[in-house]
C-alpha cells in the first residue's frame, strides 16, 4: 500500500463511512441521544425570540412586534426582579457551600466501612430519597414540620422549646430549604465519588500501611488526590446552579408569607408567565437566567484550570 493510503503511525487509513459502519450499533445508541437533545433542548431555541418582540398569541412569534431590549430594561427596574434574583443567588449559593462537600464526606465515610451488607443497606437508604418527588416530599415534611401537629415541633415543645413554622417563618425558610436539599441529594451524589474511590491500586493503601501511615493519612494522601479531578468537574458542573434554582422544591413548599425570602427566578417566572401570562417578560427573565449560568461556568472553568490541571477543557 502506498503512503498516501497509511498515517503518520504506518497504519492504513480507514474512511470515516466505513468507521461508522463498524460501529453502527454505538452510533444508532449515539444518534438516539442526539434526536433526543435536538427535539427538546435545541428545538426549543427557535423561542427565545420571544424575549425580543412583544408576543402576541394570535399573531404568533413571527407575527408579533420586534421590541428589541425593553422587556430587558423592565426586568431590571422592576424591584420585585431584584428581591427574586437575590432570593435565588442566597438560597443557590447556601445549596453549594452545604450540598457540595456533603456526598464527598458521606463517600469516604462510607468507604470505611467493612461490613457489606451493611455498607449496602446504607447505600440503598441515601439513595431512596433522590427517587422522591418533591410532590411527595412536600406533603410529607408539610406535616413533620407543622408547628402544630408536627413531629419535629413536638420534640422542640417536649424540651420546652417554642414551636417553630418552618415553613411560614422568614427566618428558617431558607435553612430549611438548604437542609431539605442536602438530605434529599446527598446518597445519589456520592455514587461517582464510590466509582472512583473503587478504581484506586489497592497495592498503594497497602504500602501505605506497610509504611505506618493510618486510615487518616491514607484517606489525606491517597483517596483524596485521586477524587481531586472528579471533585474539580463536579465543582464546575455544580456552580452553575447558582443561578438555576430548584423549582419543584421551592413551588411545592412555599407560601405567600415567605415570597420575601423564598421567591426564586423559577417560582417568579412561572407566576409571571403561566398565571398573568406575560410570556415576553418570561422568556427574558428565563434567558437572563441561562446566560448567567453559562457565564459562571465558563469563570469557574477558568479559575479552577488556572489553580489546578483539572477542568472541563
Same mark, same amino acid.
Given at each position: 500500500?502506498?503512503?498516501?493510503?497509511?498515517?503518520?503511525?504506518?497504519?492504513?487509513?480507514?474512511?470515516?463511512?466505513?468507521?461508522?459502519w463498524k460501529?453502527?450499533?454505538?452510533?444508532?445508541?449515539?444518534?438516539?441521544?442526539?434526536? +433526543? +437533545?435536538?427535539?427538546?433542548?435545541?428545538?426549543?431555541?427557535?423561542?427565545?425570540?420571544?424575549?425580543?418582540?412583544?408576543?402576541?398569541?394570535?399573531?404568533?412569534?413571527?407575527?408579533?412586534?420586534?421590541?428589541?431590549?425593553?422587556?430587558?430594561?423592565?426586568?431590571? @427596574?422592576?424591584?420585585?426582579?431584584?428581591?427574586?434574583?437575590?432570593?435565588?443567588?442566597?438560597? @443557590?449559593?447556601?445549596?453549594?457551600?452545604?450540598?457540595?462537600?456533603?456526598?464527598?464526606?458521606?463517600?469516604?465515610?462510607?468507604?470505611?466501612?467493612?461490613?457489606?451488607?451493611?455498607?449496602?443497606?446504607?447505600?440503598?437508604? @441515601?439513595?431512596?430519597?433522590?427517587?422522591?418527588?418533591?410532590?411527595?416530599?412536600?406533603?410529607?415534611?408539610?406535616?413533620?414540620?407543622?408547628?402544630?401537629?408536627?413531629?419535629?415541633?413536638?420534640?422542640?415543645?417536649?424540651?420546652?422549646?417554642?414551636?417553630?413554622?418552618?415553613?411560614?417563618?422568614?427566618?428558617?425558610?431558607?435553612?430549611?430549604?438548604?437542609?431539605?436539599?442536602?438530605?434529599?441529594?446527598?446518597?445519589?451524589?456520592?455514587?461517582?465519588?464510590?466509582?472512583?474511590?473503587?478504581?484506586?491500586?489497592?497495592?498503594? +493503601?497497602?504500602?501505605?500501611?506497610?509504611?505506618?501511615?493510618?486510615?487518616?493519612r491514607q484517606?489525606?494522601?491517597?483517596?483524596?488526590?485521586?477524587?481531586?479531578?472528579?471533585?474539580?468537574?463536579?465543582?464546575?458542573?455544580?456552580?452553575?446552579?447558582?443561578?438555576?434554582?430548584?423549582?419543584?422544591?421551592?413551588?411545592?413548599?412555599?407560601?405567600?408569607?415567605?415570597?420575601?425570602?423564598?421567591?426564586?427566578?423559577?417560582?417568579?417566572?412561572?407566576r409571571q408567565?403561566?398565571?398573568?401570562?406575560?410570556? @415576553?417578560?418570561?422568556?427574558?427573565?428565563?434567558?437572563?437566567?441561562?446566560?448567567?449560568?453559562?457565564?459562571?461556568?465558563?469563570?469557574?472553568?477558568?479559575?479552577?484550570?488556572?489553580?489546578?490541571? +483539572?477542568?472541563?477543557?
Amino acid at each position: 500500500m502506498s503512503q498516501a493510503g497509511k498515517n503518520t503511525l504506518g497504519i492504513p487509513k480507514v474512511s470515516i463511512w466505513k468507521r461508522i459502519w463498524k460501529h453502527r450499533a454505538l452510533m444508532l445508541m449515539l444518534l438516539v441521544g442526539l434526536v +433526543y +437533545y435536538a427535539i427538546f433542548c435545541y428545538g426549543p431555541m427557535y423561542g427565545i425570540q420571544i424575549a425580543f418582540k412583544d408576543y402576541k398569541f394570535r399573531r404568533g412569534i413571527w407575527g408579533s412586534e420586534w421590541v428589541g431590549l425593553e422587556w430587558f430594561r423592565k426586568m431590571f @427596574s422592576g424591584q420585585n426582579f431584584l428581591i427574586v434574583f437575590r432570593n435565588t443567588l442566597l438560597i @443557590s449559593l447556601y445549596k453549594l457551600i452545604a450540598g457540595f462537600p456533603a456526598p464527598i464526606i458521606f463517600a469516604l465515610l462510607l468507604n470505611e466501612l467493612d461490613g457489606k451488607w451493611f455498607k449496602k443497606t446504607i447505600q440503598t437508604v @441515601s439513595y431512596l430519597p433522590h427517587f422522591l418527588s418533591w410532590v411527595i416530599l412536600g406533603g410529607i415534611f408539610m406535616q413533620i414540620l407543622s408547628p402544630s401537629t408536627g413531629a419535629v415541633n413536638y420534640i422542640i415543645k417536649m424540651f420546652g422549646g417554642t414551636p417553630i413554622y418552618f415553613l411560614g417563618d422568614i427566618r428558617w425558610f431558607r435553612s430549611t430549604m438548604v437542609i431539605l436539599s442536602v438530605w434529599k441529594g446527598f446518597g445519589w451524589g456520592s455514587i461517582i465519588y464510590l466509582a472512583t474511590m473503587s478504581s484506586i491500586n489497592p497495592e498503594l +493503601y497497602e504500602a501505605a500501611t506497610i509504611d505506618g501511615a493510618n486510615r487518616w493519612r491514607q484517606t489525606i494522601n491517597i483517596t483524596l488526590p485521586a477524587l481531586a479531578p472528579i471533585i474539580a468537574i463536579m465543582f464546575i458542573m455544580n456552580s452553575g446552579s447558582i443561578i438555576n434554582d430548584d423549582f419543584d422544591q421551592i413551588f411545592n413548599l412555599y407560601n405567600e408569607t415567605v415570597y420575601r425570602v423564598g421567591d426564586v427566578i423559577s417560582t417568579y417566572t412561572y407566576r409571571q408567565g403561566l398565571v398573568e401570562m406575560k410570556y @415576553s417578560y418570561t422568556t427574558a427573565v428565563g434567558l437572563f437566567k441561562n446566560v448567567i449560568s453559562f457565564g459562571i461556568i465558563l469563570l469557574t472553568n477558568f479559575i479552577t484550570s488556572k489553580f489546578s490541571d +483539572y477542568g472541563i477543557w
